[in-house]
């Protein structure tokens, strides 16, 4: 098992000079606080991901019932309108 420890950089570190030691101890602790927050987002979508797929199975169940209702009504509007237009000609 692997552990690691912050360690907080003091004073001048192979020959910098103390200013660029704090620069270089600054910008680890922006790259931690980077490397939290993403692990943090990706923490929160593997909560919402799940949630959206099973929204998009529902949406596509519910997408064909209404294709399927959709050519019912289609084909009763034809036959409808097939039985007007006999009926109309019968009264001709």
Sequence with gaps: MRTTAAIKLR?????????????????AASQARERDQLIDRLHRLRQVLPVLAREMASARRQAA???????????QVRELRAALEARERGMR
């Design 11 to 27: 004073g001048p570190l192979s020959g910098l000079s103390p200013a660029q030691g704090q620069s270089a101890q600054r910008e």
């Design 65 to 75: 019932h209404l294709k399927l209702d959709n050519r019912r009504l289609t084909e």
